[in-house]
């Protein structure tokens, strides 16, 4: 499933085609050049193994981890 990111406008929440476009672009670019964060800090508050699943992901990523748990 394809996400359908929304905005508010006013009291609404309405899809928004553009938000659709970047995520879509976005998506396409890490799925064909990878991620770098090389140098990047981060601060990760989490529980569980998806928590574990993204660190691990951040680290590899080379990422500066700070880890708090609830």
Same mark, same amino acid.
């Given at each position: 499933?394809?996400?359908?990111?929304?905005?508010?406008? +006013?009291? $609404?929440? =309405?899809?928004?085609?553009?938000?659709?476009?970047?995520?879509?672009? *976005?998506?396409? %670019? #890490?799925?064909?050049? +990878?991620? $770098?964060? =090389?140098?990047?800090?981060?601060?990760?508050?989490?529980?569980?193994? *998806?928590?574990? %699943? #993204?660190?691990?992901?951040?680290?590899?990523?080379?990422?500066?981890?700070?880890?708090?748990?609830?």
């Amino acid at each position: 499933p394809l996400p359908h990111p929304k905005c508010k406008v +006013g009291s $609404n929440w =309405k899809y928004s085609s553009n938000l659709t476009g970047v995520n879509l672009d *976005i998506l396409h %670019e #890490i799925a064909t050049l +990878g991620t $770098n964060f =090389k140098d990047k800090n981060t601060h990760l508050i989490s529980k569980g193994s *998806i928590g574990l %699943e #993204i660190m691990k992901d951040l680290l590899w990523g080379g990422v500066h981890i700070i880890i708090t748990t609830s």
